[in-house]
């Protein structure tokens, strides 16, 4: 489903008809930095809309964005000096780009942040982990940050530096948290045919979801709806434990399900990434994706798709 089926489709609010509106000349200009999965699933959903633009660092990848409908620009946000072509190239900008993997400042979108233009919109794809550890509470965006470890730090510098920027400039940004974002080819199949455990269910945490085809659609709608400054939580109405999770994966797909450890035992066996993740657990509420994005979930949890998946075959 497209996240505009239902939608006006002129940015000024007036009906057109999609033909018209792909042939319309001086269609407004859309920045998309870090066009991967995500990035690639959101461009059917504004190609019509807008003339796209998306930044790449790899000259090979052009030929698949100008298929996917966008106008690829060859540059590098670990390189400042090659960002000065995207100046002024748009006033609607998707920042999909993660951190660099290290430190505790994301110097990425701190190098965006000198050659956005004045007054531009912004989008912001930041993730849950900004949260930490919450004791397995059901949160909504008022909720204080506290990053538990450097990649979330990271995410949290740059929802600052944006809001900075946003308030000298003029401009503004519209914030998405995102938890663990899954696809039909997103799934934990290979840490299942590894047979790595999972945490017993008494000390197990819970965990949030969101499918890819669905996050892009909201950051489409936040495009247009979201408010100035605004933190949304981008995410489904799954109510899941990990190792919950990773059962209904493994059932779905015929494959045994992973064993259980206490977490003393755990430490010894999964990498301190995974710990990490294995160490933090929420429950994000999503009434203001609801309320004032107007999001309809296509995947309203991960059982949806994974019967899907199961029809399917």
């Not at 008809?17 to 407004?28: C, N």
């Not at 995102?178 to 000390?203: F, H, K, M, N, T």
């Not at 755990?266 to 009434?287: A, G, H, I, K, T």
Request: glycine share 8%; aromatic share 4%; proline share 6%.
């Amino acid at each position: 489903m497209n996240a505009f089926a239902t939608e006006k489709n002129d940015v000024t609010g007036a009906p057109v008809s999609r033909s018209i509106a792909a042939r319309r000349i001086g269609k407004p200009r859309l920045l998309i930095l870090g066009c991967g999965d995500v990035g690639m699933r959101l461009l059917p959903l504004v190609r019509d809309r807008f003339r796209v633009f998306a930044l790449t660092s790899q000259p090979d990848r052009c030929a698949a964005l100008r298929d996917a409908g966008a106008i690829p620009v060859v540059a590098d946000l670990d390189d400042a000096p090659t960002l000065n072509r995207l100046a002024r190239l748009s006033q609607r900008i998707v920042h999909l780009a993660p951190p660099q993997s290290e430190g505790m400042l994301d110097r990425r979108t701190r190098r965006l942040t000198g050659i956005l233009p004045e007054g531009a919109h912004l989008v912001y794809v930041s993730t849950s982990g900004v949260y930490g550890d919450c004791g397995g509470q059901r949160i909504d965006e008022t909720r204080t940050v506290a990053p538990r470890n450097p990649r979330a730090r990271r995410r949290v510098d740059a929802e600052q530096v944006l809001r900075a920027w946003a308030r000298r400039s003029g401009g503004s940004v519209s914030i998405l948290r995102v938890p663990g974002i899954y696809a039909g080819d997103r799934l934990p199949i290979d840490r299942l045919q590894r047979g790595s455990p999972a945490l017993v269910a008494e000390e197990d945490v819970y965990t949030n979801h969101i499918h890819a085809d669905d996050l892009a659609r909201i950051v489409a709608l936040t495009l247009f709806r979201g408010l100035p400054g605004r933190v949304y939580h981008a995410v489904d109405d799954s109510d899941m434990k990990m190792a919950e999770y990773f059962d209904a994966v493994a059932d779905a797909h015929g494959m045994q399900r992973p064993p259980r450890l206490p977490r003393g035992e755990l430490e010894q066996v999964v990498s301190p990434m995974l710990l990490s993740f294995m160490s933090e657990s929420r429950r994000l509420v999503n009434d203001r994706l609801k309320n004032e994005l107007g999001m309809r979930l296509d995947y309203p949890t991960v059982g949806d798709m994974l019967g899907r998946m199961k029809a399917r075959a």
